[in-house]
């Protein structure tokens, strides 16, 4: 075998190998000799023994620090503080700001959290004020453990609220612990409150969390609405008990005793019912036009008007006194200038007239006899028209015409008993007889009319014509006594059609009574419907046994028509007939108007007709008119041609 040999000088002129990768390169290209394959291979060996050294020391370093780091790790594991105290501590309010009104509490919760290593371990937290109005008290402000707070309590907490404004918070055991605490606010002034809750750990030590600031704006106070009830004499509670006013109706004669008194009270808000404090009461000011009224319960001191000051009582009382006024006083109640309500209060004077009332369910006309008698009440009016007390002792009564009618008076009842004596009319006097302060005489006229009426009773209707469903009203006439039940007709009247009663009036007697009727004036009212179908409507009766047939020797027949209309199927109606009427018309019009048409033609073919005749006769004129035009212009031509020979 043959062997090639490579000159390394001449390879090292044309390859430039540098480096550790220079001994690699070699040993892959040069192969003649060991040598230089050996020499190849302790250049290795040397590269790899200088990157064994280099990763030897790294790794050393590594593991150098792991080892630190676990020994320290250890360490701080084994080591125990040298004091127990809270750690991680957290302090924090449900909210930075509040508001209210004077007097009315405000609340704010408060969460403090650390974590105990000792049962013994604790955390306060004191209340102070960086702000607050001048003149409040320190106890204002409190802070406790609410029982309903929403907490999530590890151990037992307790909370030592001894001085309202610190709260001490620790547990049984040693444990994580969050506590709610509740900060109070009770503000007496209106202002700016600014309190501080501040965390500390008992027993020393810097809490990792800060203080807390709670910023209160407080209102005033304002009176929102007012009260004021008036109360009768006799009646005073020591207390505003009242809610609505009293009927005060007393005697006008002047009195040193308070005859009413107006309780105002002053109220904070719209709808509470709190009083307002006396500083904060609006001036009150109360007038009369009639009696006086005092600001105390002295009538020395009492005026047409009253008043107090703004600032000095939030419910004060005003006293009503009579001084001889008599009518009914408008009491007026302003309350910070503003009116309140109006109060009345009638001052009752001596009697000064008598009236006369038919009395309740009695007669307006008299019958005769027994039986027959009607009742007055009377009564009395002061001068203002007030009613009041009938003058005592027995009154005068007497008839202008005692052979129609007599009169006598009750005292004890205070009426007056008419009795018929027969038909006609009496005027009755009832007089005071007094001799000083006598009141004026009361008068009525007695109207007296027979039992039984002489003439028949008629029925009238308030109109003479109704439409369909109107109200008609329908009136039974009878020159008689008042009656509950007068028997004018033996049956019930025959209605043409059946009718309705209008609702609250009086129905048509019927059955076994249905010939009786209430007279009352002389007259008996009823009110129903119309019938709903248009025509005529009657009403008929008989006389009954209530009629005298002494003088009416038969029972009369009563009888009274009225028609029913219905406009709209009238109007329809009519608008047929016009429509009809109007139909006729044109048919009328339209066959006048062909007989028109027809002659209008026979007339222009006549026309037609005469035109082609004198057509005719033209055309044969004219060709006449050429023939001697053709003649004369022949001869004409003639003559020339003679005249040229």
Do not use: C
Not at 111 to 134: C, G, I, K, R
Not at 336 to 362: D, E, I
Not at 396 to 415: G, K, L, R, Y
Not at 587 to 615: K, N
């Amino acid at each position: 075998m043959k062997h090639v040999k490579f000159h390394l000088n001449r390879f090292l002129r044309r390859v430039r190998i540098h480096g550790g990768e220079f001994d690699t390169s070699a040993r892959a290209m040069y192969r003649e000799g060991m040598a230089s394959s050996f020499r190849a291979d302790l250049r290795i060996a040397r590269r790899s023994t200088i990157e064994r050294k280099q990763m030897s020391t790294k790794t050393t370093i590594k593991r150098l620090a792991l080892v630190t780091v676990a020994a320290l790790g250890l360490g701080v594991l084994t080591v125990a503080p040298s004091s127990a105290a809270p750690q991680l501590d957290t302090f924090a309010l449900s909210s930075a700001t509040g508001s209210t009104t004077v007097g009315t509490a405000v609340k704010v919760n408060a969460t403090l959290t650390f974590l105990q290593e000792t049962s013994s371990d604790s955390m306060t937290v004191t209340l102070s004020y960086v702000q607050a109005p001048a003149g409040i008290s320190i106890g204002e402000v409190v802070i406790n453990s609410p029982a309903t707070a929403a907490t999530t309590d590890l151990g037992s907490p307790t909370v030592d609220t001894s001085t309202a404004r610190v709260a001490k918070v620790s547990a049984a055991t040693a444990a994580s612990l969050n506590k709610t605490l509740e900060i109070t606010l009770t503000p007496t002034k209106a202002g700016t409150y600014v309190i501080r809750a501040t965390p500390a750990i008992v027993g020393g030590g810097t809490p990792a969390s800060t203080f807390k600031d709670w910023t209160v704006t407080v209102a005033a106070k304002t009176v929102g609405k007012s009260t004021a009830f008036l109360k009768n004499a006799g009646t005073f509670p020591v207390t505003d008990t009242a809610t609505a006013d009293a009927t005060v109706s007393v005697a006008a004669a002047a009195s040193t005793s308070a005859v009413a008194r107006i309780d105002v009270a002053s109220i904070y808000g719209t709808t509470g019912n709190e009083t307002a404090s006396a500083a904060d009461a609006p001036a009150v000011v109360v007038t009369t036009d009639k009696g006086l009224v005092g600001a105390t319960n002295a009538y020395v001191s009492a005026t047409k008007s009253a008043s107090l000051a703004a600032g000095l009582d939030a419910d004060p009382s005003f006293w009503i006194f009579s001084n001889g006024d008599v009518g009914k006083a408008s009491i007026t109640v302003t309350v910070g200038g503003v009116l309140l309500s109006t109060k009345t209060v009638t001052f009752k004077g001596a009697a000064t007239a008598l009236v006369a009332t038919v009395a309740g369910g009695n007669k307006s006309w008299t019958g005769v006899g027994a039986g027959k008698t009607s009742l007055y009440d009377i009564t009395a009016t002061d001068s203002a028209g007030t009613t009041v007390a009938v003058p005592s002792g027995t009154l005068t009564v007497t008839s202008s015409d005692t052979s129609v009618a007599t009169a006598t008076f009750s005292s004890a009842n205070e009426t007056v008993t008419v009795t018929g004596v027969k038909a006609g009319t009496a005027t009755i006097t009832v007089a005071d007889p007094a001799t000083t302060g006598k009141a004026t005489s009361a008068t009525f006229v007695v109207t007296v009319k027979p039992n039984k009426p002489t003439t028949a009773p008629t029925i009238t209707f308030d109109k003479t014509s109704y439409a369909v469903g109107e109200v008609i009203t329908m009136t039974v006439n009878a020159d008689m006594a008042d009656s509950a039940t007068a028997q004018l007709f033996t049956a019930a009247l025959v209605t043409s059609a059946t009718v309705t009663t209008v609702p609250g009036a009086t129905a048509l007697p019927s059955g076994a009574t249905g010939g009786q009727h209430a007279i009352v004036g002389g007259v008996a009212t009823y009110k129903f419907y119309a019938p709903a179908v248009s025509g005529s409507f009657t009403v008929t009766g008989t006389g009954g046994s209530d009629i005298d047939l002494t003088t009416l020797v038969t029972a009369p027949t009563v009888t009274k028509t009225v028609d029913i209309v219905n406009p709209g199927v009238d109007a329809a109606t009519a608008a047929a007939e016009l429509a009809e009427a109007a139909a006729q018309d044109a048919t009328d019009a339209a066959l006048d108007a062909t007989e028109a048409a027809t002659l209008a033609g026979a007339l222009a073919q006549e026309a037609v007709d005469a035109v082609a005749d004198l057509s005719t006769q033209v055309a044969k004129l004219i060709a006449e008119l050429k023939k001697q035009i053709t003649t004369l212009t022949n001869l004409v031509i003639k003559i020339q041609k003679k005249v040229k020979a």
